[in-house]
């Protein structure tokens, strides 16, 4: 005896309607997305033109100096090297565990931005909390 055999249905997805949703998804992003334009700013930093007050001169002061070319000076004292971890013994060194001292950072007018931020974060790693930035008063 000889059995037909069922024939089976073809299985098969349809994408049609997963290639319209990604479709309408791409056009929904495409049109809600914000561009950013990027503008390069020229700015020119102000000078003091503040009255100077005249505080006693603290002992315990921690002034860095940052010159034209990056170096460090630190209580008077040049670094060797322009690096932070340089940078960071040498107010170590100076400041052993007192983090409350006044913390003065005199840069350069041609100094490089980063050497001043380098500083700034070195004072922020060791948790000095009294940070300022000495100006100069302006030739009026």
């Known amino acids: 005896m000889k059995f037909q055999r069922q024939r089976r249905e073809e299985i098969n997805i349809n994408l049609t309607p997963l290639i319209d949703v990604v479709f309408l998804l791409l056009i929904f992003f495409m049109v809600t997305t914000t561009f950013t334009r990027e ?7 102000p000078e003091s033109s503040g009255e100077t007050h005249s505080a006693p001169q603290e002992v315990d002061t921690i002034d860095v100096v940052v010159g034209s070319e990056g170096q460090y000076t630190v209580n008077g004292q040049p670094l ?3 690096d932070a971890l340089t ?7 100076l400041a052993g565990d007192k983090r409350d001292q ?4 005199t840069a350069d ?18 948790g ?11 030739d009026d």
């Open 39 to 45: 503008s390069h700013l020229s700015i020119s930093l």
């Open 109 to 126: 007018a041609n100094a490089a931005h980063q050497s001043v931020v380098t500083v700034m974060d070195v004072a922020g790693q060791l």
């Open 128 to 138: 000095f909390s009294k940070l300022s930035i000495s100006t100069r008063k302006s």
């Open 102 to 105: 006044p913390f003065v950072i």
């Open 87 to 93: 940078l960071k013994r040498a107010v170590v060194k």
């Open 80 to 82: 060797v090297s322009h």
